[in-house]
């Protein structure tokens, strides 16, 4: 069983950066590809990014696509998220979420990660 935990929320103005950061421990980082979903009040759980467990591939919503970046740093156990150039329909509880594969691909789908974070609040202001 892996544990989560991520910090780098906050409250950024539009335009802003953030860097959300995601400890993994309790299992070895190399064997888990990570997601970056998001939920804003009264939605669903959204599909924000993820990256294959070497870390060599990604895929992002269309929603993000060329303003996040995800990357994965095995030797730290940590999964980041690079959000540049944020929009206030950003605003959301961010979450990580990991699966034990070894396989060399990535999943986008909420069902596809038994394993998830607490979540990170992320507010951008107008």
């Known amino acids: 069983q892996v544990q989560l935990g991520e910090s780098g929320g906050g409250l950024v103005q539009a335009g802003g950066s953030l860097r959300l950061s995601c400890a993994a421990s309790?299992?070895?980082?190399?064997?888990?590809?990570m997601g970056w979903f998001r939920q804003a009040p009264g939605k669903e759980r959204e599909f924000v990014a993820t990256?294959?467990?070497?870390?060599?591939?990604?895929a992002y919503a269309d929603s993000v696509k060329g303003r996040f970046s995800i990357s994965k740093d095995n030797a730290k156990n940590t999964v980041y998220l690079q959000m540049n150039t944020l929009k206030p329909e950003d605003t959301a509880v961010y979450y990580c979420?990991?699966?034990?594969?070894?396989?060399?691909?990535?999943?986008?789908?909420?069902?596809?990660?038994?394993?998830w974070g607490q979540g990170t609040q992320v507010t951008v202001s107008s």
């Open positions: 990256i294959a467990r070497s870390g060599g591939s990604a």
């Open positions: 309790g299992m070895s980082f190399i064997w888990f590809a």
């Open positions: 979420a990991a699966k034990l594969t070894t396989g060399s691909g990535y999943y986008s789908r909420p069902q596809d990660f038994p394993s």
